[in-house]
């Protein structure tokens, strides 16, 4: 089904799928925060916007985001971080970029209105960032997603608070394959950027997108407040306030980020074969996304060892933690909505994952204390991100595959050490496949914890001329049901002023398998 409807204002029409086509996120997300955010699915919400020259586009917009589940007067309410995914045609884009052009950057600015009592205050969402996308062949839609850090919000009183979208602004622009952040006189085509597209809501359209209830008696006053209803927060010259003592603060800046990535940007090659695939139907169309930045993230776990009844740290925080390498979002494989299977995304990021060895001591057969030392060897790992399906049939996923093989050393058994030589390690490389939950795991950016069994090989190499430990080690170790726990902090990309530098530390994840 293709069809077609006017748009008010101009020449340009939007089709039907778009809107459905609209019900994508880019991935999937979570990063450290409050235990109390509430997650929302994304309001989907359309947007009319006005062409540089003449006439108007019409555009779909997502928002998804993470809301506190309840505030209090005269703390700060954290929403966020931002998904907001804009849906537009490819013919109405041809009135806004230069010709020939392949592959666009966006940035977003999303007003957000505060209200509370019967009283308001703007924040202003800006500086979303969408990474160099390809756009689509002719007739396609494309999906820009940008994402993002928003201002915090303190209210001075009790009394629900309600975020509706407001009008939205859009600076897109042609990039080059081999850099996507160059000026515009960069462009191959040495056409100059395009004017920001302002966009309004459609009519008819509230723009809702959450309440966050604040407990207390009406008219009850911020402790320390300087009057009736206002928090008492000294100005800062960026925060806004409301009349009602609604104040919208910007989060600060991060730290200088030129060396928050101290790693080499990640080789191999990516494999998504492990994710979720399309259901049968057309054939996807995939694109490698040129220029991307390289980026760095944390992600630290637990390893259980199933036989042993025990678990070992991964990456501990609390030593010298290694960062990942990360190139996000740099494939994209895509079926529209109206094609024969249905809609599919999948976004795919390449990483390395150099992980510090790891030490723990375990009981052997429930009595013997033996302590050893654990090295990984770990292939590229492909973190794929999307959703089959749109509207109420929409599945999300997010999974994480490499390669990794275990080398055993510095082995003791209750204090004596036990020589295994050089080579103890398992007989062949394992698959580790990791799988993250909606909402809590979102897209790669914003990070989240992600969790999977693997089956550990038999061993080989271990011990010594006069004496083979293999099987010693096959029977204790090796085996199904080994489960990985790990949790992914925010990505930061240094050329990129729209994510977090240096990169969040996020906590150890629980040593018990998440439940439904």
């Not at 555009?59 to 589940?69: F, T, W």
Request: glycine share 10%; net charge negative; aromatic share 4%.
């Amino acid at each position: 089904m293709n069809v077609q409807r006017p748009v008010t204002g101009g020449r340009h029409s939007v089709r039907l799928t778009l809107v459905c086509a609209a019900a994508l996120l880019a991935g999937v997300m979570s990063g450290p925060g409050s235990a109390a955010d509430a997650r929302t699915d994304p309001d989907t919400l359309a947007y009319t916007c006005g062409l540089p020259s003449s006439g108007s586009l019409t555009a779909v917009v997502q928002v998804a985001s993470a809301y506190p589940a309840s505030g209090t007067v005269g703390e700060p309410m954290q929403p966020g971080p931002v998904t907001l995914t804009v849906g537009i045609s490819r013919s109405d884009l041809d009135a806004v970029l230069p010709a020939g052009t392949t592959a666009v950057v966006s940035t977003a600015t999303l007003s957000v209105e505060v209200g509370q009592n019967g009283q308001s205050a703007e924040a202003q969402w800006a500086n979303l960032v969408a990474p160099s996308t390809p756009l689509p062949s002719d007739g396609d839609d494309i999906h820009l997603a940008h994402v993002g850090e928003v201002p915090s919000i303190t209210v001075g009183a009790p009394g629900e608070v309600a975020l509706s979208a407001g009008k939205l602004t859009l600076q897109l622009r042609s990039a080059t394959a081999t850099d996507p952040t160059a000026e515009p006189s960069a462009d191959p085509s040495g056409a100059a950027a395009p004017e920001a597209l302002t966009c309004e809501l459609a009519a008819g359209r509230t723009g809702h997108l959450a309440t966050v209830p604040v407990p207390g008696a009406p008219g009850t006053p911020s402790p320390g407040a300087s009057g009736p209803g206002n928090p008492g927060e000294p100005g800062d010259g960026k925060s806004v306030k409301g009349s009602d003592g609604i104040t919208v603060k910007p989060r600060t800046a991060d730290a200088d980020p030129a060396n928050a990535c101290p790693v080499e940007p990640p080789t191999g090659k990516l494999d998504a074969s492990d994710a979720p695939q399309a259901p049968a139907g057309d054939p996807l169309i995939e694109s490698d996304v040129p220029g991307v930045r390289p980026g760095c993230a944390y992600a630290v776990g637990l390893a259980n060892v199933r036989k042993l009844n025990g678990a070992m740290i991964i990456n501990d925080p609390k030593r010298k933690p290694a960062l990942i390498s990360v190139l996000a979002n740099a494939h994209t494989a895509r079926r529209l909505p109206t094609s024969a299977g249905g809609y599919y995304l999948r976004l795919d990021s390449l990483g390395n994952l150099k992980l510090p060895d790891a030490e723990s001591t375990f009981l052997t057969f429930g009595f013997e204390p033996v302590s050893a030392k654990v090295e990984f060897e770990n292939g590229p790992v492909t973190i794929s991100t999307g959703n089959i399906g749109i509207l109420t049939n929409v599945v999300y996923f997010a999974t994480a595959s490499f390669k990794q093989s275990l080398r055993l050393y510095d082995v003791k058994v209750n204090g004596t050490p036990l020589d295994v030589g050089k080579n103890c390690r398992t007989a062949a490389p394992f698959k580790v496949v990791l799988n993250g939950k909606f909402p809590k795991y979102m897209n790669v950016l914003f990070g989240g914890p992600m969790e999977g069994e693997v089956t550990i090989p038999p061993f080989s190499g271990c011990g010594t001329a006069d004496e083979n430990l293999d099987s010693l080690f096959t029977a204790s170790i090796s085996g199904p049901g080994n489960l990985v726990s790990l949790n992914q902090g925010t990505t930061c990309i240094p050329e990129d002023t729209s994510t977090p530098c240096p990169p969040t530390m996020p906590e150890l994840p629980s040593a018990a398998p998440e439940k439904n």
